[in-house]
């Protein structure tokens, strides 16, 4: 089975499979709800397709609860807002394709795509058929939408910043030690308020570095940013991302912080830990 218009096929339901996984950063789930979760597509039509998805594996939407079908209209505009904020697409295809002979590429479970628009990308039905448009990968994508998620759906205002240089071994900047944090703002995206906040000249989210699991309320959320700029202020040493010293001398909130990032880094940017020494 494709998750879900290409790819190697996998036992099971692909959308069961991944809700039964405790790594929702691997399986790209956004967020969990009570009846529903949110999931990044792997294969997408446009950048930041999403699906809403309910967690009983159930084909047709006339055998859901109706409190899971509220569940799934709830999630909506919050979803909506964020990937508007997050991306600034200019509108959405929004829809559920019930049965394989309606275009399901999961057919036996029913889900919601959320398909951002933009003017001049491609018409819905070529993308339909097999077409994508992917200007950014999806590990990036993935991550400013979940802090959005954050802070649209949980309220949140404070996101770590694991900021890295753009070495081949990276090495991460840490302010009088620490992983900064900082607070958004409502005028923009959690994301583009972490860059102006420290001042960079270029920057890429390259990951997530909060909690794996999206029902954590306890670890700070945040964002791994990578730049060829010097962060704005005082305070400021690089240290190699992957050394033994971060994880034992260094505050125990950054260790933690490191250690995840380091655990969920994107594979194009964490080296092959049996190339360290």
Not at 19 to 37: G, K, M, Q, T
Request: hydrophobic content about 40%.
């Amino acid at each position: 089975m494709r998750y879900i218009t290409g790819g190697p096929q996998e036992d099971g339901c692909i959308f069961c499979n991944r809700l039964a996984r405790p790594n929702d950063i691997e399986s790209l789930i956004l967020h969990r709800a009570e009846h529903c979760f949110v999931i990044m597509n792997l294969y997408p039509y446009n950048t930041g397709h999403l699906m809403i998805v309910p967690n009983a594996h159930v084909a047709e939407i006339e055998n859901l609860d109706p409190h899971v079908i509220a569940e799934l209209a709830h999630l909506l505009p919050p979803v909506v807002r964020a990937l508007r904020r997050v991306l600034g697409c200019e509108g959405f295809n929004i829809g559920l394709n019930q049965g394989a002979i309606a275009g399901a590429g999961v057919a036996e479970h029913l889900h919601q795509h959320v398909v951002p628009r933009w003017q001049g990308d491609a018409n819905f039905m070529p993308i339909i058929a097999g077409t994508m448009i992917i200007p950014e990968l999806i590990p990036s994508t993935y991550a400013k939408v979940r802090a959005e998620l954050d802070a649209e759906i949980h309220g949140i205002a404070r996101f770590e910043v694991v900021l890295l240089d753009d070495a081949d071994e990276p090495n991460v900047w840490l302010c009088d030690d620490e992983v900064p944090i900082l607070d958004s703002t409502p005028e923009s995206p959690v994301w583009r308020s972490a860059v102006s906040s420290l001042g960079l000249q270029d920057a890429e989210v390259v990951g997530y570095s909060g909690a794996p699991g999206t029902m954590d309320r306890v670890t700070t959320p945040g964002l791994v940013i990578r730049t060829t700029s010097v962060p704005d202020g005082s305070g400021w040493r690089r240290l190699p991302l992957f050394s033994q010293y971060q994880q034992s001398n260094n505050r125990a909130k950054t260790s933690d912080t490191l250690l995840r990032v380091q655990n969920n880094l994107a594979p194009w940017i964490r080296n092959d830990s049996d190339n360290r020494a």
